[in-house]
């Protein structure tokens, strides 16, 4: 099982939010709930999670399921404006 949560700078979880997930053969987009949480089952192996959301700056992440265990990933988005530095 492989498990993300999926917050904003203030660590308020980001309802909807698009997770795909590509490795062992899978290639698909999962969608978190309202609590910017969700749960998949996975077969053990390496997977890539690339995480995006309107207003946000896309995120990506490695999930590293294996056998027995739950493989957790907490993702954290930042909208573009916090980006910027001042001169």
């Given at each position: ?29 999962f969608v978190g709930d309202?609590?910017?949480q969700l749960a998949v ?47």
């Amino acid at each position: 099982v492989a498990q993300a949560t999926v917050t904003d700078p203030a660590g308020v979880g980001i309802a909807n939010v698009a997770v795909r997930l590509t490795g062992q053969g899978i290639d698909e987009v999962f969608v978190g709930d309202a609590y910017g949480q969700l749960a998949v089952q996975l077969p053990v192996g390496t997977y890539a999670a690339h995480v995006e959301m309107p207003g946000y700056l896309p995120a990506d992440a490695t999930i590293n399921v294996e056998e027995g265990q739950t493989a957790q990933i907490n993702v954290q988005l930042i909208p573009p404006m916090l980006m910027d530095t001042p001169n």
